[in-house]
């Protein structure tokens, strides 16, 4: 039972233009969603979250939206350079709940000069 | 400031046999998580501990793994026996309450 899906495996941008990674989840308890970035051989690294009771958070070239209603929350990063080619993990909680993070599969970024 | 130190970075063994992992959480963070990435798949928390009791293992295959943090610094995360399907990347993560700081990870192969 998969809570949280990233159904795209891989992504495949060029540099300068706007990259959109999308994540669903089905358990409606999540109140806390972030998105964490990981290169080969490194542990993943927190990159930018977003609370329910917004729709949208923004960071420089990153911005998170969320639509609560349809269970899905996007990353959109803009301009995409190539050091953003990475794997990005979609993550949820429930502050309420047992708040253990629950990660999607992840996507392969790939940021092409 | 020092991030999560793991070690080993790999680890290569053949089913049956043990092993353990090695955790330093970043100074002061009270909370340690140690996760399970199989390829492929997202990080899959395994253990939680606050200080040195546990909060959460319900994910933990506790016929044959097994982690303690006994001083409430430190942990450990042993295997035994390791299948097959323990290969993976074990992640270790602190958070001083909010926010989780992965480690590089330890990179189990059992052949």
């Known amino acids: 039972d998969q809570q949280v899906k990233q159904n795209s495996p891989s992504l495949s941008v060029q540099e300068g233009r706007i990259s959109i990674l999308n994540c669903d989840y089905t358990n409606s308890m999540f109140d806390y969603f972030l998105w964490y970035k990981k290169y080969p051989a490194e542990g993943p690294t927190f990159l930018i979250s977003i609370s329910s009771i917004k729709d949208k958070n923004e960071d420089g070239r990153f911005t998170v939206f969320l639509n609560k209603s349809a269970k899905h929350l996007s990353l959109h990063i803009v301009p995409s350079q190539p050091g953003d080619s990475a794997v990005y993990f979609c993550?949820?909680?429930?502050?309420?709940?047992?708040?253990?993070?629950?990660f999607g599969k992840g996507t392969k970024l790939t940021v092409n000069p | 400031e020092a991030g999560v130190a793991q070690s080993p970075r790999y680890k290569i063994i053949e089913k049956r046999q043990s092993v353990a992992f090695w955790c330093n959480p970043i100074s002061g963070h009270a909370t340690l998580y140690w996760y399970q990435q199989i390829l492929g798949q997202g990080p899959k928390l395994l253990i939680q501990?606050?200080?040195?009791?546990?909060?959460?293992d319900s994910q933990l295959p506790k016929d044959r793994f097994s982690a303690e943090r006994l001083k409430g610094v430190d942990s450990t995360l042993k295997i035994q026996p390791a299948k097959l399907e323990d290969s993976a990347v074990y992640l270790c993560?602190?958070?001083?309450?909010?926010?989780?700081?992965f480690g590089p990870g330890t990179r189990l192969t059992v052949l």
């Open positions: 993550a949820a909680l429930s502050q309420g709940g047992s708040e253990k993070l629950v």
């Open positions: 501990f606050q200080n040195n009791g546990v909060v959460d």
């Open positions: 993560a602190s958070s001083p309450g909010t926010g989780e700081f």
